[in-house]
């Protein structure tokens, strides 16, 4: 499937205005925005008391806002970024809900922050997302955003230029291919569901795991190749000087004295999907390390085991 492809436009028409007005009396649009509920009333009213046909001026006021455009021209969504010191803040809105779904707002993130950082010279761009909004948690994570500070209500990433620089040239050392099962990915999105609530599994973990879901190859299980970690695999490790057999389980299977490693712990979600000779940078909680792949003892679907 190609990607989408989107523009940000500055310039605010008469015509973009209405069609924001739109947009901002749908509730499921604004489900997750934090301006106030009578924000479309005050834009409608000050779109009838002027008569300019362009009103880019009035929605610069508290920063800079793009209108997102699809391929076909047409307006679909909305950008802001409101400067915050030496920082952008970034909110991003898909209005227009037949096109929710397509990664549009995953692209509209990629222009933004190379407006933030080569335009605007930010130091740091930063999204405040609520905890609910799963859609624009992974739109950010995918766009190289790191989990920052979790609050009540709210999650706050951030993404610095060096990180950006590092995300975008470095793609293919920081996200090489893996393949996931058909099977285990609809298990794997079965037990995120599961511990989405959960105050034992922290957020960072969730996202990293939903991250490499978001971006895994998907193949038949009868197709895998027999090198590639998959469920219930187990292998052999090389960590930081340190060899360590492990298993690859669900996290109800998780058991460290039997060295059964839940697929949301940092290195059970590092291995996954990987194969025989992998060299994998993952940060674990005692920093960045480096995890040789140097054998899968044995794999499910190679032995013929698929209820596993």
């Not at 924001?20 to 604004?30: A, C, H, I, Q, S």
């Not at 590092?166 to 996200?175: E, P, Q, R, S």
């Not at 490790?237 to 996290?251: I, N, T």
Request: glycine share 6%; with cysteine; aromatic share 10%.
């Amino acid at each position: 499937m190609k990607e989408p492809f989107v523009f940000l436009c500055s310039e605010i028409t008469r015509e973009n205005a209405l069609t924001l007005v739109k947009w901002l009396k749908d509730k499921e649009v604004t489900k997750y925005l934090s301006d106030p509920q009578d924000v479309s009333d005050s834009i409608e009213q000050v779109v009838y008391n002027t008569n300019l046909p362009v009103l880019t001026h009035l929605f610069n006021r508290d920063g800079r806002f793009y209108m997102v455009y699809n391929k076909q021209n047409k307006p679909v969504g909305f950008v802001r970024l409101v400067k915050r010191g030496f920082d952008y803040e970034i909110v991003i809105v898909i209005g227009d809900r037949s096109n929710w779904g397509r990664k549009l707002g995953t692209w509209a993130i990629k222009e933004s922050i190379k407006i933030a950082f080569f335009d605007f010279r930010a130091k740091k761009v930063i999204a405040n997302i609520q905890k609910e909004n799963r859609r624009s948690l992974r739109a950010f994570v995918n766009n190289g955003f790191k989990l920052e500070k979790v609050g009540k209500s709210f999650r706050t990433f951030s993404i610095t230029m060096d990180r950006y620089l590092m995300f975008v040239n470095g793609k293919a050392v920081l996200a090489a291919r893996i393949y996931i099962t058909e099977t285990d990915m609809e298990r794997l999105e079965k037990n995120l569901e599961s511990v989405l609530h959960s105050e034992n599994v922290p957020e960072k973990f969730i996202l990293d795991l939903e991250y490499e879901i978001s971006r895994a190859t998907i193949v038949d299980p009868k197709q895998i190749s027999d090198d590639i970690i998959t469920m219930n695999s187990r292998v052999l490790l090389h960590l930081d000087g340190e060899e360590m057999e492990v298993s690859l389980v669900y996290p109800q299977d998780a058991d460290p004295d039997s060295n059964k490693m839940s697929v949301l712990s940092p290195i059970g979600t590092a291995i996954l999907g990987y194969g025989e000779g992998s060299e994998i940078e993952w940060e674990l909680p005692s920093g960045v390390s480096k995890i040789h792949v140097k054998k899968v003892l044995y794999q499910p679907e190679a032995a013929g085991d698929y209820h596993l």
